[in-house]
C-alpha cells in the first residue's frame, strides 16, 4: 500500500457529503446496548464499507447513495432507533459511503484510505452512544439535536437527488 493512494482516498471521502451522511445517518439511526455490541457493529460498518469494492463501477452510485441516505436521514429525523436490528441500518448505510466515496473504482490503497476514514467516525459515534447517558436535563435537548440531523441529512439527500435529476452531478 502506498501513502499516497490512502492519503487521495481518505481524502476524497472527508469531501464527500453523500459518505459522510450516510456514515452519520448509519449510526444515528442504530443505538447498541453495550460497548461489545457497538463493537461488533463497528465491525458489520466496517465489512459493509469493504462490500462497496465488490460492486460494479457501472451501479449509478450518486442516485443509490442519496435514496439511502435520504431514507435513513427520515428515519432519524422520525425519532426512529433500531436496537435489536441495528445491522439493517448499518449495512445499507455503510454499503451507500462506499459507493459515495468511489470505493468501486478506486485502487486498493484509495479503497483503504476510504474505508479507514469512514470507519474512524462511524465506530466513534456507536461507542459513544452506546457509553454516554445523558443526563435528565440534556435528554430532550441530545433527541431535538438528532432529530435535527436526521432533517439535514434527509434534507441534503433529497437536494442530492434533485441534482443528479436535473443532470448537474
Known amino acids: 500500500m502506498d501513502a499516497a493512494g490512502l492519503a487521495d482516498g481518505a481524502l476524497y471521502a472527508a469531501q464527500s457529503p453523500l459518505a459522510l451522511g450516510a456514515i452519520l445517518a448509519a449510526c444515528l439511526a442504530c443505538r447498541p446496548a453495550s460497548r461489545r455490541a457497538a ?9 459493509s464499507l469493504l462490500s462497496g469494492y ?26 426512529g432507533q433500531f436496537r435489536a436490528a441495528s445491522p439493517l441500518a448499518l449495512v445499507p448505510g455503510g454499503f451507500a459511503a462506499a459507493l459515495a466515496a468511489g470505493v468501486p473504482t478506486a485502487t486498493p490503497a484509495e479503497a483503504a484510505g476510504s474505508v479507514a476514514l469512514l470507519l474512524v467516525p462511524g465506530a466513534a459515534l456507536l461507542l459513544a ?11 430532550l435537548g441530545a433527541s431535538i439535536a438528532r432529530r435535527m ?15 443528479r435529476a436535473r443532470g448537474v452531478l
Open 39 to 47: 463493537a461488533a457493529m463497528a465491525a458489520l460498518l466496517g465489512v
Open 149 to 163: 440531523a436526521g432533517a439535514w441529512i434527509t434534507a441534503v439527500g433529497i437536494l442530492l437527488l434533485a441534482l
Open 54 to 79: 465488490a460492486t460494479p463501477d457501472t451501479w449509478p452510485a450518486a442516485t443509490i447513495a442519496a435514496c439511502v441516505l435520504g431514507v435513513l436521514g427520515v428515519f432519524v429525523a422520525a425519532n
Open 129 to 139: 452512544r452506546a457509553s454516554i447517558r445523558w443526563p435528565a436535563r440534556l435528554q
